[in-house]
């Protein structure tokens, strides 16, 4: 691993599936089965590699992505199983659509005319999923009376498939504020609203990561894991039972170089670290170019050889700085854990988010390309992925 010793991130795939596992057995009703939420590059973490060891799922229904690119590198991983569209597909990327069975999010009249125009054109069928607006206020139809004509509209077109509906909550990681239930509540009414009008969906899904922990009765037809299945937590209020999720990526570095400094020395870009006293400086080839948060300034810090070294001036694009005066038998070449376990301490991406000002979605998606993602399966390498695109 010297090529990949400045800094690489190390994803645990059994983790990945044993999350996901325990999600389904714990807390998903029978007869409900899983999407997998792989946006993002997997949150990060690599959506091929993620997707292929967990492929074989019975229970899992497919994956979902934001965009038709998302969804092509999939299938050009070797994905076999469905692909829903979350967010807004645009009409130059309907020919992909159509030709890979992807399934788009639709709420628009337009939008559906024109997948079935292309459908019609490649011989094909338009497999879709409606969107719902329940209170998340970004897209879908509205939730009432108002769009039934438009829903017809779009069910009589040909070679469109009907095949899911959906909605978003916006506050399900916020228990105790009742919204999760208004949502709840407003889309089964829609569902019985378009049911009693003959528009009937074979799949019916809204439930997040946080919904499948705090509100089971949301457990329809599927529902959608994303952020637990990374063994990360969704807010401070979602109770995880940590024996039965357990964080996927640890992100380790090592020392390049340690200098002495004396009392008046500045530390970096702008001097905002001073020396009151000697201090022994170590530094670490990482930077903001990485994802690593420029934010962690001054506050953040880093485990080396089980000890916490605290991060001294502004991190640079490319390079940081901690002190390891403290350290005993400190060396150049020591690895330096930024995120995970060193002897018995341990970062996670929560600390590190609130320590940044992020929180940890943000902090683990925004892992840069140049950092190389290691996946391994009881404690073996089995693959390497750079550079990461």
């Given amino acids: 691993m010297e090529r990949y010793k400045r800094v690489a991130a190390f994803v645990d795939l059994d983790a990945v599936h044993e999350n996901l596992r325990a999600m389904y057995l714990k807390n998903v009703r029978a007869g409900s089965r ?20 967990i492929e074989e799922e019975e229970f899992l229904y497919g994956y979902a992505v934001a965009t038709v690119e998302e969804a092509l590198e999939l299938k050009e991983g070797g994905v076999k199983k469905p692909i829903i569209l979350l967010g807004y597909t645009f009409p130059d990327t309907y020919p992909d659509i159509i030709k890979n069975e992807l399934r788009p999010a639709v709420f628009k009249l337009d939008q559906a005319k024109a997948l079935s125009d292309e459908a019609v054109k490649q011989g094909k069928e338009a497999y879709f999923h409606l969107a719902v607006d329940t209170g998340m206020g970004r897209i879908g139809v509205k939730s009432d009376e108002s769009s039934i004509d438009l829903v017809k509209e779009i069910f009589s077109l040909p070679n469109v498939v009907s095949e899911g509906i959906f909605t978003h909550f916006a506050k399900a990681d916020e228990p105790g504020t009742m919204a999760t239930e208004r949502q709840i509540g407003s889309f089964r009414d829609y569902i019985f609203l378009l049911e009693g009008e003959g528009i009937n969906f074979r799949l019916k899904h809204c439930s997040n990561s946080a919904g499948i922990v705090l509100y089971p009765e949301a457990n329809m037809d599927l529902v959608r894991i994303g952020i637990v299945m990374y063994g990360m937590w969704p807010s401070d209020e979602v109770p995880l039972d940590p024996s039965c999720v357990r964080p996927v990526l640890e992100l380790k570095s090592h020392i390049v170089y340690i200098k002495s400094i004396a009392p008046g020395d500045e530390v970096s870009y702008g001097g905002t670290y001073v020396a009151v006293r000697n201090r022994k400086v170590a530094t670490i080839p990482v930077g903001y170019g990485d994802g690593y948060p420029r934010s962690l300034s001054n506050r953040g810090y880093v485990l080396i050889r089980g000890y ?40 996670s991406a929560e600390e590190l988010g609130r320590l940044s000002g992020r929180f940890n979605y943000e902090l683990i998606c925004d892992l840069g390309s140049r950092v190389p993602r290691i ?15």
């Fill in 375 to 389: 996946y391994t399966k009881r404690g073996e390498t089995v693959s390497i992925r750079y550079p990461f695109s």
């Fill in 34 to 53: 899983m999407i997998a939420v792989v946006k993002t590059n997997g949150y990060g973490h690599g959506a091929v590699e993620v997707a292929r060891e």
């Fill in 308 to 347: 916490r070294a605290p991060i001294l001036g502004r991190v640079c694009m490319d390079q940081f700085m901690v002190d390891v005066s403290d350290i005993p038998d400190v060396s150049e070449g020591d690895t330096v854990t930024l995120i995970g376990t060193d002897g018995d301490r341990y970062i």
